[in-house]
């Protein structure tokens, strides 16, 4: 279904150049773009493919006006990616599906759990004895959230998600293991989104706490005891240990670990690959990777660095005399 050029900005506002009864039948990149397409334009890098593009309309900011106006029809916002963002969303419901069932026939769901009746479960979910879902909360399908553990209003679960696992608890005895059980839970706040096979483990006496607005992508670790702030969002296959703290509006890159029982201030931002192994007070960006080269120059710098604490002894001996 085609939507009216005008209509979206109605919807969404901006300034609209160009002809308000074009219908957009598509959204797509500059590049791949047809006359019926909409498009966005936020990273100036890409100014050429915005002059080569057959878009009907194309999002830019007001920097950009000009370029814009010389290729054809355009929409002025100060943030084309927050635009492009919402309008995904505008399309999405414009485009939506009628709703299937509020619970699915195969979901199990214990009489003893706690679903609000706006809330949506999917295929093959498991929702445990005391478990709590809010409202309008959508999980996809199978979904499990285990004992007691609780979920806010609004957010979505992807597949596979496991929510109140065991955390990875156990003491040595002589060479064996004897586990720890795990008698926490997972609570997680309002509006969090959560990809498809993460885990977040239970705690291991108090919980582990997701805040509100919070954003994890697909295969993602959180162990037991773990607490993130509001609005923190990380990347896929990134992993924090046990009874770490990140605080909020903190981001975490692809890949991304922080070790157990360390604080991550508000406002830290891990780049991707990094391995975070002590606190970090201080809001910024903090990268801890050994770039990448060809194999025989990357173990000569590796030797290289080996060396250097000895290499900083001799220096300081030299100083002295």
Known sequence: MALRLGAIVEALGGELQGDAELNIARLAPLQNASPDSLSFLSNPKFLKELASSVAGCVIVS??????AA?????????????????????????????????IHPSAVVDPEAVVDPTARIGPLCVVERGARIGAGTVLKSNVTVSEDCQIGARCLV?????????????????????????????????????????????????????EDGVKLD????????????KH???AGCSAVAGSAVIGPHCTVGGAGMVLGHLTLAEGVHI??????TRSIHKPGQYTGVFPIDDNAAWEKNAATLRQLHGLRDRIKALEKK
Not at 62 to 67: G, K, M, N, Y
Not at 271 to 276: I, M, Q, R
């Open 271 to 276: 780049s991707a690959a990094s391995l975070v």
């Open 232 to 234: 923190t969002a990380m």
């Open 62 to 67: 007001p920097a950009l006006r000009e370029q």
């Open 158 to 210: 992807h597949p596979g998600a496991v929510i109140g696992a065991d955390g990875f608890g156990l003491a040595p005895d002589r060479g064996t293991w004897v586990k720890i059980e795990q008698l926490g839970a997972v609570r997680i706040g309002d509006d969090v989104e959560i990809g498809a096979n993460t885990c977040i483990d239970r705690g291991a006496l108090e919980d582990t706490v997701i």
């Open 70 to 102: 010389a290729r054809g029809a355009f929409i002025v916002t100060p943030d084309p990616y927050l635009y492009f963002a919402r309008l995904t969303q505008h399309w999405k419901r414009a485009h939506a599906r009628p709703d299937g069932p509020r």
């Open 218 to 229: 697909n295969l993602i670790q959180v162990g037991h005891n773990v607490r993130i702030g």
